[in-house]
């Protein structure tokens, strides 16, 4: 590939446009999983007894459990929310980058 | 109140044993031989070995033997993937852990599963775009071959040789405690079995000895998972109200219960294992066997949810451990503790919902689990010698693929002898600390200098150079002067670093080595580096002339 065409992507708007969008999206996906991790780990820290405390008084299960499966399916419910923009709406504008590049 | 952030940190500290497949420690009790769970482990690797021979007739070229030619789709790399992350010792181990403490075991799995979409947000598709076939070909992008490639293949290889220990001795004892099969035997079948895979089959065969190994796990730990809810009538209320009553922690197990170790360990682990993750070899070369960034996002999409859906059972299988096997004498010796040790619960669960077939399906997954994870590191070992190493520090780039075939052909039959020699010489040790240096090797010099060379603009070849050796070596050094390596087995009275782990510092060495040493590069070459960082910039956010799949 050469540099020219590569020269020309770079200074193309449509390009810094995705660029800009997609690193928005990726970083505040990334915080929002580090800080509900961190969330819970200060939770646990912090007032553990809010995870141990039970759900009704006549169920075993604690609030920590929702909680606990929350997290991984968030974690899961994250990385598909990420794929489906990626996979869309930003392929599409990256091909049709690359299509003027071509020309 | 710090001190409860770190002890909830404190958890972590514990991982090592969860991830060594030297979940079990120290002596094992040898089990009478197995001869169901034998028989499915023989039925096992005849069919690997069917793949493998399948496997070798496509594979011809070396874009076949390193990526799998590219052509594995985004499903099969996330069961691959999340193979290479279920290891027997995180099945066992966790399971286990469930089984003593209850929540506590929740929280590790968490622990172990958040850094895998940071990995997809910010990682994956600019691996895939940039790399060829290790992920020295992302690092050395723009900067100097020579010197990169020598560092990421070192890195590499220490990694890949402490994991592979580590697992070698954790196979030979679990298959003597599952199998009742002599440790040099197992060890030997190991390393015999893992060149097999790689030497014939590659990448292609390697990948798919991963995915069957994913799936049948995945069933049969689905299996348990249900066959407990069936003994509650599918009420999560009652199998847990059951286990506080059976359980000497009792309501304690439904909290959590926080294990306090010293923090800075704790959060040294921590980083290591987080960073880490993004560091390993093994790990890293499967974002090349897919197509395009497309499909290596999906593959960590659908990673992400069999091993959270894995630790969602292993949490059940936990559970009904303390419900069906803590209160059946049949699963304990004299003294009331349980056969094998603790980390056998799920093994016993297996007996106890599906009869001795079961159990014998659920040794043999067992022990295909670390077959799989060997070939894979084996596999990568192999490249790191061959791509970079050989083809482009030593022939600069002018190997013809034929000879650098074969350099990877030899150098895995050499990491097989290697691994056999070193799991038997490695027998009476200690090895549940390697898979925490291999992870903390991993975070202090593969991770720095990649992510640097895909976000830092002013990144130099002398800045990484540098920046990564003092990484490795830091890393290594504060290892051997650790309580582990310097007290333990060097019989010196006082450690000289008094931590367990060393990624915290090793990190802080790597990241300030790598940025000074950037900054204060005058030179033309590096210059030049940082003005060819828009094409590499480029390259990466739209995969133009990336790497594709290969038609054949």
């Known amino acids: ?29 990334s915080f929002l999983m580090l800080g509900l991790y961190v969330a819970f780990i200060l939770l646990i820290a912090f007032e553990p007894q809010v995870l141990g405390a039970r759900i009704s008084d006549d169920s075993p299960i604690t609030w920590g459990l929702p909680i606990g499966v929350g997290l991984i399916v ?30 | 109140m710090i001190g409860r952030v770190f002890s909830a940190l404190g958890l972590l500290a514990l991982a090592p044993t969860l991830w060594a497949a030297g979940a079990i420690e120290g002596e094992v009790q040898r089990q009478p031989l197995n001869v169901s769970a034998i028989i499915m482990f023989v039925l096992f690797v005849a069919a690997t070995l069917g793949i493998t021979y399948w496997a070798a007739k496509r594979s011809k070229s070396a874009s076949d033997f390193y990526s799998a030619g590219g052509r594995i789709t985004g499903f099969q790399n996330g069961l691959a993937i999340a193979g290479d992350y279920m290891s027997a010792a995180s099945f066992l181990g966790i399971s286990a852990l469930v089984f003593t403490s209850g929540y506590d075991g929740l929280i590790y799995s968490i622990g172990f599963l958040v850094g895998w979409p940071i990995i997809l947000f910010l990682m994956a598709e600019r691996l895939r775009n940039l790399g060829r076939y290790t992920f020295a070909d992302v690092a050395s992008y723009r900067l100097g071959q020579t010197q990169i490639r020598t560092l990421s293949a070192s890195g590499t290889l220490v990694v890949v040789a402490f994991y592979l220990i580590a697992q070698m001795v954790g196979a030979g004892k679990l298959i003597e405690l599952l199998f009742g099969l002599n440790y040099h035997v197992a060890v030997v079948l190991v390393g015999v079995l893992m060149v097999l895979y790689v ?24 299996f348990m998972a249900l066959m407990v809810l069936k003994h509650v009538n599918f009420d999560f209320a009652t199998l847990f109200s059951e286990a506080i009553k059976v359980h000497p922690k009792g309501e304690a197990i439904m909290s959590p219960g926080g294990l306090v170790k010293d923090p800075i360990s704790a959060i040294s682990l921590g980083l290591a294992l987080m960073f880490g993750t993004a560091g390993l070899p093994h790990i890293l070369m499967r974002f090349f066997t897919v197509g395009d960034a497309k499909e290596a996002r999906k593959s960590v999409f659908f990673a992400t949810g069999f091993i959270g859906y894995f630790y969602i059972l292993t949490f059940i299988i936990g559970f009904g451990a303390i419900l069906l096997v803590s209160t059946n004498p049949a699963f304990k010796d004299s003294t009331g503790a349980l056969l094998g040790g603790t980390n056998m619960a799920a093994v016993h669960l297996a007996d106890a919902v599906g009869g001795s077939l079961f159990l014998g399906f659920i040794s043999a997954v067992a022990f295909a689990t670390i077959l799989a994870v060997v070939a894979g590191l084996t596999l990568s070992g192999a490249s790191a010698v061959s791509h970079d190493l050989y083809a482009s520090v030593i022939k600069k780039g002018k190997a013809n693929e034929r000879d650098e075939l074969r350099v990877s052909k030899v150098t895995t039959l050499i990491l097989g002898v290697l691994a056999i020699v070193l799991g038997i010489a490695f027998e009476k040790q200690n090895i549940a600390f390697m898979v925490g240096l291999a992870f903390s090797i ?3 010099c593969n991770f720095p200098v990649l992510i640097l060379s895909m ?6 070849t002398r800045g990484a150079m540098l920046g990564g050796w003092l990484g490795l070596i830091t890393a290594v050094a ?13 019989g010196h009275e006082k450690p000289i670093y008094p931590y367990e782990y060393p990624a915290l510092f090793s990190m802080i060495v790597a990241f300030v ?26 390259r990466s956010q739209t995969g133009l002339g990336a790497s594709g799949a290969v038609a054949h």
């Open chain 1, 1 to 29: 590939m050469n540099d020219s065409t590569y020269k020309r992507i770079e200074q193309n708007p449509r390009f810094q446009e995705l660029v800009a969008k997609r690193d928005r999206f990726a970083w505040s996906l």
């Open chain 1, 74 to 103: 968030a974690a899961f419910a994250l990385t598909g929310i990420y794929v489906r923009r990626a996979n869309g709406e930003f392929d599409e504008m990256n091909k049709e980058i690359l299509k003027e590049a071509q020309q």
């Open chain 2, 199 to 222: 030497l014939f089959g590659g990448m292609l065969a390697t990948t798919w000895v991963q995915i069957i190994k994913a799936v049948l796990l995945l069933s049969g730990a689905s």
């Open chain 2, 442 to 444: 991993a975070a202090s």
């Open chain 2, 455 to 460: 976000y830092w603009k002013r990144l130099t």
């Open chain 2, 478 to 490: 504060l290892m051997v002067l650790g309580p582990t390596i310097w007290v333990q087995i060097l």
């Open chain 2, 513 to 538: 080595g790598i940025w000074f040493f950037s900054i204060t590069d005058r030179s033309a070459a590096a210059n030049e580096e940082q003005n060819k960082f828009y094409s590499q910039f480029v």
